[in-house]
């Protein structure tokens, strides 16, 4: 799905999501990322789900957001509680939601200027 086209003001914004990848600006990513407004560590370890473990998340919270939106793929699926315990229990927010909604969201706060982390599994298999 096409969202919207290119700024020219240097942040990263995600233009198309799908089974495929994410178009960041204009480049097309296969691999699993972190993405804030001005950076993005591509690949980032998990490649699923059931990969997932409290280190990758530690490494999102590392770069001090707000909020992170981890993006479980084309279905919402939570995490393990325990994976998920050190993000809730440092006070930084942790939305859980399919891929397609993580961009979307993450489009919306980083135009409001929020200090977001995208972080968006994306299946090698």
């Not at 950076?39 to 001090?64: D, G, K, V």
């Not at 050190?86 to 993580?102: F, K, Y």
Request: hydrophobic share 40%; glycine share 8%.
């Amino acid at each position: 799905m096409k969202m919207h086209q290119d700024s020219l003001d240097g942040s990263y914004k995600i233009v198309r999501y799908g089974a495929d990848g994410v178009q960041i600006n204009e480049q097309i990513y296969t691999q699993s990322l972190l993405l804030m407004p001005d950076q993005i560590i591509s690949p980032w370890a998990p490649n699923c789900l059931e990969e997932l473990n409290s280190s990758h998340l530690t490494e999102a919270q590392s770069l001090n957001p707000e909020v992170i939106l981890l993006g479980t793929g084309m279905e919402q699926k939570f995490p393990d509680r325990a994976v998920m315990r050190p993000i809730l229990q440092s006070g930084i927010g942790l939305e859980v939601m399919d891929t397609g909604s993580a961009c979307r969201t993450y489009n919306i706060l980083m135009g409001e200027g929020r200090r977001v982390v995208a972080a968006l599994l994306i299946s090698t298999q």
